[in-house]
């Protein structure tokens, strides 16, 4: 008897992911890209080379990446206003603002915003934090969407639509070459008369003015073998930046299709059970809180922890940040699989994620409170004052989440909210000048108690001039000294910044003593 013939399994057909669904979705516009985005593409990368170039060159950015960012916006507000996007689908008796997409348009004011970091702050770790910042808003105001994946994937969206530009730009290049001259030849045209009866009239009002011809001398790139390679570099990488706004203005990203369906409602009990628990620890650890905070003899309370107040202040605070980014995991979590039938259910959910979300705050206050007496008690540095304000945009985070989660049951703007949030947290805390404020807390200590770390401050930008500028001597020639070398006179009139110009200024009616003896402060105190 002869067995059953042997055949091979079935093959499992593939399922593709969401993700790699939204990847083979994200189709290019149905026409090529036209002369006009290509134009406005390619002038956006002269200003750039133009503009960032030289900033470049020198290692100075300053106005001149306001000036780049302006023209990319311009480029991306184009395309999606010739795409329709910028309007959206109304009766003709609304106003303009009522069909305007706001989001979009805010988005993008707030990325020129930050772009505009470069012009009044010097200090490098918070021009790069806010220009990358700048780059994620401006692409998600271009991408647009409401859910958390169209918010963080739209952020993002810049980088892989640069890719998806090359070949639509390709071939609208092709076929504006193969009918000839067409709708780009006038553009060129008007580009480049325009240009002849600058450099001939420029070169006739420099010659006539000496003024004009010092300003004018500050905007004219200077041109080596190696200034042309950055120009270069700076150029295209706006002119990617200006096309990639382009592409989303025409055709976002197909981020809803990453939205994850509905979760199924778990039991009441099997839900509430563990948030009430957590409620619980969350009670407890504010209740001991409120006790070493009233306590009349702080350090005589804590001597069996074997710490002083201060070092119970340092103590635990980055754990105190976890805790609350955990929190807002849980409250997310919580909601999505929170039952919603009866009323009784709703209720529920409101009591007890309110309750978390009230005591996350008090959690937040702890944590500030501890950090804000550790700084007054060894000074300000950048990580302190960075960590500060995350804390405190957390809060910010935990109410808008209390908002929309607790009190209105459904929030489509909580995404926006949270990621409009950070943009302008961003934007409060360059406002509040960093170095400044840090130099100008650690002048006052040093007033008060004697105390200063003058090798720390000489490494601030030139943001803590005008505070250090209080300090007597020898202290501030020893905390102005690399600052004052560090700024270059011969800087570009691209890389005008207002930080830079104000400690110039500082400098220059009462310099630096480079003689002085600062051996005292070869350690930190």
């Known amino acids: 008897m002869h067995g059953r013939p042997a055949y091979p399994p079935r093959p499992v057909p593939y399922k593709p992911t969401k993700l790699e669904q939204a990847i083979v979705g994200w189709k290019r516009p149905a026409l090529p890209m036209s002369?006009?985005?290509?134009?406005?593409?390619?002038?956006?990368?002269?200003?750039?080379?133009?503009?960032?170039?030289?900033?470049?060159?020198?290692?100075?950015?300053?106005?001149?990446?306001?000036?780049?960012?302006?023209?990319?916006?311009?480029?991306?507000?184009?395309?999606?206003?010739?795409?329709?996007?910028?309007?959206?689908?109304?009766?003709?008796?609304?106003?303009?603002?009522?069909?305007?997409?706001?989001?979009?348009?805010?988005?993008?004011?707030?990325?020129?915003?930050?772009?505009?970091?470069?012009?009044?702050?010097?200090?490098?770790w918070l021009v790069v934090t806010a220009l990358l910042l700048a780059v994620a808003a401006g692409s998600y105001g271009a991408s647009g969407g409401r859910s958390w994946a169209e918010v963080l994937g739209g952020g993002l969206a810049v980088f892989p639509a640069v890719g998806w530009m090359v070949p639509w730009a390709g071939q609208g290049a092709y076929r504006s070459m193969s009918s000839g001259r067409g709708a780009a030849w006038p553009a060129i045209r008007t580009g480049l008369i325009a240009a002849g009866l600058i450099a001939v009239f420029g070169a006739l009002f420099m010659g006539a003015?000496?003024?004009?011809?010092?300003?004018?001398?500050?905007?004219?790139?200077?041109?080596?073998?190696?200034?042309?390679?950055?120009?270069?570099?700076?150029?295209?990488?706006?002119?990617?930046?200006?096309?990639?706004?382009?592409?989303?203005?025409?055709?976002?990203?197909?981020?809803?299709?990453?939205?994850?369906?509905?979760?199924?409602?778990?039991?009441?009990?099997?839900?509430?059970?563990?948030?009430?628990?957590?409620?619980?620890?969350?009670?407890?650890?504010?209740?001991?809180?409120?006790?070493?905070?009233?306590?009349?003899d702080k350090d005589r309370l804590l001597r069996s922890t074997g710490l002083t107040y201060a070092e119970y202040a340092r103590q635990g605070f980055f754990q105190l940040v976890a805790v609350t980014v955990l929190v807002l995991a849980v409250v997310a979590a919580a909601k999505r699989y929170a039952p919603s039938?009866?009323?009784?259910?709703?209720?529920?959910?409101?009591?007890?994620?309110?309750?978390?979300?009230?005591?996350?705050?008090?959690?937040?206050?702890?944590?500030?409170?501890?950090?804000?007496?550790?700084?007054?008690?060894?000074?300000?540095?950048?990580?302190?004052?960075?960590?500060?304000?995350?804390?405190?945009?957390?809060?910010?985070?935990?109410?808008?989440?209390?908002?929309?989660?607790?009190?209105?049951?459904?929030?489509?703007?909580?995404?926006?909210?949270?990621?409009?949030?950070?943009a302008v947290a961003m934007i409060t805390l360059v406002s509040i000048d960093p170095d400044g404020f840090i130099a100008e807390h650690n002048v006052a200590r040093y007033q008060d108690t004697g105390k200063i770390d003058v090798p720390y401050l000489r490494d601030l930008s030139a943001d803590a001039v005008p505070a250090l500028d209080r300090l007597p001597e020898p202290a501030r020639s020893c905390a102005l000294r690399a600052i004052a070398l560090g700024l270059d006179d011969g800087e570009p009139a691209v890389s005008g910044n207002l930080a830079r110009k104000r400690a110039r200024e500082i400098l220059d009616a009462r310099p630096s003593d480079m003689n002085v003896d600062c051996s005292r402060w070869s350690r930190s105190y």
């Open 209 to 296: 003015d000496a003024a004009f011809g010092t300003l004018a001398s500050g905007l004219v790139p200077e041109v080596s073998p190696g200034s042309v390679i950055v120009y270069g570099i700076a150029g295209a990488g706006v002119l990617l930046l200006a096309g990639a706004g382009a592409f989303l203005g025409q055709a976002p990203p197909p981020l809803r299709m990453l939205v994850p369906e509905p979760a199924k409602p778990a039991g009441r009990w099997s839900w509430a059970v563990p948030i009430a628990a957590l409620d619980l620890l969350f009670l407890m650890f504010c209740a001991i809180q409120a006790g070493v905070f009233l306590a009349d």
């Open 35 to 124: 002369s006009a985005l290509m134009a406005g593409s390619a002038i956006a990368g002269v200003i750039g080379a133009v503009t960032l170039g030289p900033a470049l060159l020198h290692g100075e950015l300053g106005v001149g990446v306001v000036i780049a960012a302006a023209a990319v916006a311009y480029v991306t507000g184009a395309s999606a206003w010739s795409a329709g996007r910028l309007v959206q689908p109304s009766s003709a008796k609304k106003g303009l603002w009522t069909r305007f997409n706001r989001t979009g348009g805010v988005f993008v004011l707030l990325a020129l915003c930050l772009s505009a970091t470069a012009a009044v702050r010097d200090a490098d």
């Open 341 to 422: 039938a009866g009323r009784g259910d709703r209720v529920t959910v409101r009591v007890l994620l309110g309750l978390l979300c009230a005591l996350t705050l008090v959690v937040v206050a702890v944590a500030l409170r501890r950090l804000y007496l550790y700084e007054e008690t060894f000074g300000w540095t950048r990580l302190r004052l960075w960590v500060h304000a995350f804390e405190l945009w957390l809060g910010v985070v935990v109410v808008l989440v209390a908002v929309a989660g607790v009190v209105k049951g459904r929030a489509p703007w909580l995404p926006r909210a949270v990621a409009a949030s950070g």
